[in-house]
């Protein structure tokens, strides 16, 4: 059951990936984007980590997507206030591209068979450990970091 929710988390990430690509407008774009961040969400709770899976979905889907999404509406892009894209602009993206593939190429070549992921094993993602140590271990920092982000929105306001 964990791989064909696996395989389908993987085809709507790589979908939805594929769709931001090629979509004209940018709107539709971001939207795309926001529904990567949610297959990739999918993956992290199959991977028993639910912290990053819920921190994934309010700040990276909710707030800097919001943000991006404001900032495009709001910017009016228009087609003919766009500038032309000059030739070697395009010839030097083609090689930038080709570069990253010969470097993942020869990543995933050179890559060996390693132990797989196992899934919904351990302790290590889970709210209630997190919440545990950080609140024993850890708590003078997470105290000094409060006071500092307290400071920091009374020197905004």
Known sequence: MANILFYILSAMAVGAAL??????NPVKSILWLIVVFFAISGHY???NAQFLA???IIVYAGAIMVLFLFVVMLMNLNAETEPVKNYRLRLI????????????LSAFMTMQNSNPVLMKT??????????KTLFTNYVLPFEISSVLFLSAMIGAV
Not at 19 to 24: F, I, Y
Not at 93 to 104: A, H, P
Not at 122 to 131: D, N, T
């Open 19 to 24: 769709m931001m690509l090629l979509a004209k």
């Open 45 to 47: 709770i199959l991977l």
């Open 54 to 56: 819920i921190v994934n």
């Open 93 to 104: 993206g083609l090689i930038s591209g080709g570069c990253l593939f010969l470097v993942l």
């Open 122 to 131: 351990g302790e290590a993602g889970l709210i209630g450990k997190l919440g």
